[in-house]
């Protein structure tokens, strides 16, 4: 069953957190997170223990994401690129030195972010690189994951604010400026399974008839 990001809130509420069998698995463009349990998810609802400034670490002050095309050259893009990777890598190394259960959420996702912006710089080395086209792919695949972060329970109203009105922003600025499609843009979602395990009853070996 899929269920779109926000809605799952909602569902939780009628699932029975203590009913086993539930599995949660969430789609965020290219990152895809499996085998997460009721108890995670509730964990991530009410994770008191989430970093508010990760959002505008990872987005907000990250130009790089939705500021217009101001490079003339290739090689200019590539620094912002550079650092935003070396945030998510110190970023991922600090959340995995903890065993809380949100963070196997939140690492995997933030490793989609230095993936995409290592697929870029590796792009825009290449000779006669297209920057446009280049920096278009990167915010399309970063896109999900951000849009994640941005409608994290968590977050600061300010800053929940601020991040939707420059994703607002950006997705205009990939349509006029880097060659985007509106359907390219995926929306991160929850696909929710279940699978009701066997009684014992059932997977005891039945008796031979004598």
């Given at each position: 069953m899929k269920i779109a990001l926000n809605e799952i809130w909602n569902f939780l509420k009628m699932v029975n957190s203590k009913e086993e069998g539930w599995s949660y698995s969430l789609c965020a463009g290219k990152v895809k997170i499996d085998s997460i349990t009721t108890e995670t998810m509730l964990a991530l609802k009410d994770d008191d223990s989430y970093d508010t400034e990760l959002l505008p670490s990872l987005f907000t002050f990250r130009e790089?994401?939705?500021?217009?095309?101001?490079?003339?050259?290739?090689?200019?893009?590539?620094?912002?690129?550079?650092?935003?990777?070396?945030?998510?890598?110190?970023?991922?190394?600090?959340?995995?030195?903890?065993?809380?259960?949100?963070?196997?959420?939140?690492?995997?996702?933030?490793?989609?972010?230095?993936?995409?912006?290592?697929?870029?710089?590796?792009?825009?080395?290449?000779?006669?690189a297209d920057v446009k086209k280049i920096l278009g792919d990167f915010r399309t695949c970063a896109f999900p994951v951000i849009k994640f972060f941005i409608y994290h329970p968590k977050n600061r109203q300010d800053y929940y604010q601020d991040a939707l009105n420059r994703l607002n922003y950006a997705v205009k600025i990939m349509l006029t400026q880097f060659y985007g499609r509106y359907t390219e843009l995926k929306d991160p979602y929850w696909k929710v399974s279940f699978s009701k395990s066997k009684t014992k009853k059932d997977t005891e070996p039945k008796e031979k008839e004598q």
């Open positions: 790089i994401l939705w500021q217009p095309d101001v490079f003339t050259e290739a090689s200019m893009s590539v620094p912002s690129l550079r650092i935003l990777k070396a945030f998510c890598d110190e970023a991922c190394t600090e959340l995995e030195q903890n065993d809380r259960a949100s963070n196997q959420i939140y690492i995997p996702l933030i490793k989609g972010i230095g993936a995409c912006s290592a697929k870029a710089m590796k792009a825009l080395e290449k000779e006669k």
